[in-house]
């Protein structure tokens, strides 16, 4: 059952492989809601994360976020959720979104038209969770009489990982959600919800950069390590809604590294760019985030050590 408000973390990408089962039974144990699956190049895969992660729990709910529509076939994509759908009712959430455009040209599947590969692959799935039997001959998704021989009873949310105004409207056509790629704050949310503009219920899932301490700056600091990359050309469009935005493109074009960049960005930016600072502060962000409109807050634990990180955002739940 998904948790209106939800709070959730994510796993980090980097973090090794014998230490996923100990991060996902420690959100457990300390109380999140959700736990969110990072399937980035060249890390590992998605659905085999949260294969683990989910039996070796009992109630946390597991997102993917996200599974790239051009990575796969949708066909067989759609088994794998269903699959785990079977195996742990309504404790999945499967992300689909274009992937990143470096990535997935260096592996030769970025499509000429993602916005084509995404919502064939989104609708196709959809139709195939809810039990359906779908003949289609599109661009890139061709199935003829193909049907799940045993769909779960309760179908996983299929959510579309995509930023800017075309993806988002499509998201708001076809998909159950929009995960939203941090940095999410509340005039992005704002902005995205027009753009999404969906006629049936539609869950926002929002990813933040997150630092816990009872000394703000020691927060501030941790969440800087995160935020390095933030600005960039793929990220423009989380900015831009921003009052500060001309300044911080400003300064993003100034400095000579992501490292500097992030040392140099002022201590109310950060505050609006991360979850970040005492409990009291960062809880009142998230109470701005829900009233914004996010139905969940996944926070990326910021710092060396991820489950020391974990410990202090639990302080949040």
């Known amino acids: 059952m998904l948790n209106d408000r939800a709070l959730g973390v994510s796993l980090p990408r ?32 998605g659905i085999a994360q949260a294969s683990v992660a989910l039996a070796v729990t009992s109630t946390i709910h597991v997102g993917i976020g996200i599974m790239p529509a051009a990575a796969r076939n949708a066909a067989f994509a759609t088994l794998e959720a269903n699959t785990l759908a079977e195996l742990f009712p309504g404790r999945v959430t499967i992300g689909v979104g274009h992937g990143m455009p470096a990535w997935m040209r260096q592996v030769g599947a970025w499509p000429a038209s993602p916005l084509t590969m995404l919502e064939e692959t989104i609708v196709a799935m959809r139709s195939l969770l809810h039990a359906e039997r779908v003949s289609v001959e599109g661009r890139y998704v061709r199935l003829r009489d193909v049907e799940l021989e045993s769909p779960a009873a309760e179908p996983p949310l299929v959510v579309a990982g995509v930023r800017g105004p075309k993806s988002l409207a499509l998201s708001g056509r076809v998909a ?13 949310l704002e902005t995205v919800r027009r753009q999404i503009a969906a006629s049936r219920p539609h869950r926002i899932v929002a990813y933040n950069v997150a630092a816990v301490h009872p000394e703000p700056s020691v927060a ?16 423009r469009v989380h900015i831009e809604p921003l009052p500060f935005a001309e300044e911080f493109f400003a300064l993003r074009a100034s400095v000579a590294s992501p490292e500097a960049f992030a040392a140099a960005l002022p201590d109310e930016w950060v505050d609006q760019l991360a979850v970040v600072g005492t409990v009291e502060a960062a809880r009142s962000r998230l109470d701005e985030l829900y009233a914004a409109g996010a139905d969940s807050v996944v926070l990326l634990p910021a710092g060396d050590d991820p489950f020391q990180a974990i410990e202090a955002l639990a302080q949040l739940v």
């Open 220 to 235: 501030r600091d941790l969440a800087r390590t995160r935020l390095d990359w933030v600005g960039e050309p793929d990220g």
């Open 176 to 188: 159950d959600g929009t995960a939203l790629a941090e940095p999410v704050t509340p005039e992005y």
């Open 14 to 45: 980097n973090l090794a492989a014998d230490r996923i089962v100990d991060f996902a039974e420690a959100a457990e144990r300390l109380g999140f809601d959700e736990l969110w699956i990072v399937e980035d190049c060249f890390f590992r895969g």
